[in-house]
């Protein structure tokens, strides 16, 4: 609900790995800590994401009160266990992991907070019937009018659906993007492969990251 790591997409630029499906999971977000109530915390730390998607708690609850970054919500339950004063928020899990105590459950501020996490593999698999792709692709020159509608438009003509898409700096040189866009079908069933093969003409770079079965939640 609060939108993609970034890092998970970056990763793509340089990896050869595949995206073999993916999970959709509901998500709730504890408040925890050694102490056993809000009077005694002065610092809540945890993974960006996950202090994103309890801003409003945070506001209403502990508004004076810093806020850390962690690398990883077990991290920031790591650092609740051994630091004065720091309550973290993360999953049930990392509470009983860390022996800590659940001071407030269920802080997200969406009731159906959900987060997507792909599988990661080294090859492709057959079409299953229900389906999505992902693309990392780039127009060569995005700042040029109309690249983007040049990447987009083999999809409507083929009635492709898109279901995603986001940029991200291509490291390549300064203000060049690539676009990571998610889309109905699988890679090797038609019209997605005559729209990918026509997509292809109009893109510097292309690859297909993976063709897998849609989530079901």
Known sequence: TEGTVNNTLDMFLTSPLKICGEVELRIHQHLMGAMHGLEKIVRVCSHQQSLAQCRRWLHAHLPGVERAQASSNAEAARRARDEDGTAAIAGSAAAEVYGLNIIVPDIEDAPDNTTRFLVI?????????????????????????????????????????????????????????????????????????????????????????????????
């Open 121 to 217: 593999g080294r090859k492709l698999f057959s079409a299953s019937g229900q389906d999505k792709t992902t693309l990392l692709v780039s127009a060569g020159d995005t700042q040029s009018p109309g690249a983007l509608h040049r990447l987009l438009e083999p999809l409507a003509r083929n009635g492709i659906s898109m279901t995603r898409i986001e940029s991200r700096p291509s490291r390549r040189r300064k203000w060049d993007y690539v676009f990571f866009i998610d889309v109905v079908g699988h890679a090797d069933e038609a019209p997605l492969r005559h729209a990918l093969e026509d997509l292809k003409k109009h893109t510097s770079l292309f690859r297909v990251l993976g063709s897998y079965p849609t989530a079901v939640l």
